[in-house]
T-cell receptor, first 113, second 115 residues
């Protein structure tokens, strides 16, 4: 079946530190992969996505590369800011399962000045 | 800037009362999802619709929960009777439904507290 495993949190970093949040997946078909971000008190927002192997999604300084050989989609940012404090969700969607999303458990990030 | 809207944003009720949550998907989107988020379970898919027809509601407790789309601009999620364990944030999301794998757009959520 389809599933997503995310790095356990919470993660606390100092401003300007390098961020990596690990995400691995299991899929029966050829999924698209997503990172969503949830700021306190808000709904989830799409951060970036990749639709096929070796694609790199990027947005707001965040990047993730779809690695089929390692079934991974790790989120990275070179220099985090206090405003990046949020919960990050990795997700996959597989057309073979009606475009349902399978979300990871979320990783809470706190960036301290 | 098109957005998914949800009402109410907050709801406090007593056990046994009926709760109705509403969602207005982005205009033109024909796929609507309902999720529940709790600290213990994370994000759970409750049900989803395409062209107003339910495609999957296997994640929803059938005895007390019901989801409908009376028209293309309104989706509802009802709990009757409500129980304290239903306390959670309920999110609605919509997608264009044009085929292929699509981004889901989330509303701000309804925070439900059942006393």
């Amino acid at each position: 079946g389809n599933s997503v495993t995310q790095m356990e949190g919470p993660v606390t970093l100092s401003e300007e530190a390098f961020l990596t949040i690990n995400c691995t997946y299991t899929a029966t078909g050829y999924p698209s992969l997503f990172w969503y971000v949830q700021y306190p008190g808000e709904g989830l927002q799409l951060l970036l996505k990749a639709t096929k192997a070796d694609d790199k999604g990027s947005n707001k300084g965040f990047e993730a590369t779809y690695r089929k050989e390692t079934t991974s989609f790790h989120l990275e940012k070179g220099s985090v800011q206090v405003s990046d404090s949020a919960v990050y969700f990795c997700a996959l969607s597989d057309q073979g399962t009606g475009n349902q999303f399978y979300f990871g458990t979320g990783t809470s990030l706190t960036v301290i000045p | 800037d098109a957005r998914v809207t949800q009402t109410p944003r907050h709801k406090v009720t007593e056990m046994g009362q009926e709760v109705t949550m509403r969602c207005q998907p982005i205009l033109g989107h024909n796929t609507v999802f309902w999720y529940r988020q709790t600290m213990m379970q994370g994000l759970e898919l409750l049900a989803y619709f395409r062209n107003r027809a339910p495609l999957d509601d296997s994640g929803m407790p059938k005895d007390r929960f019901s989801a409908e789309m009376p028209d293309a601009t309104l989706a509802t999620l009802k709990i009757q009777p409500s129980e304290p364990r239903d306390s959670a944030v309920y999110f609605c999301a919509s997608a264009p439904g044009t085929g292929g794998i699509e981004t889901q757009y989330f509303g701000p959520g309804t925070r439900l507290l059942v006393l």
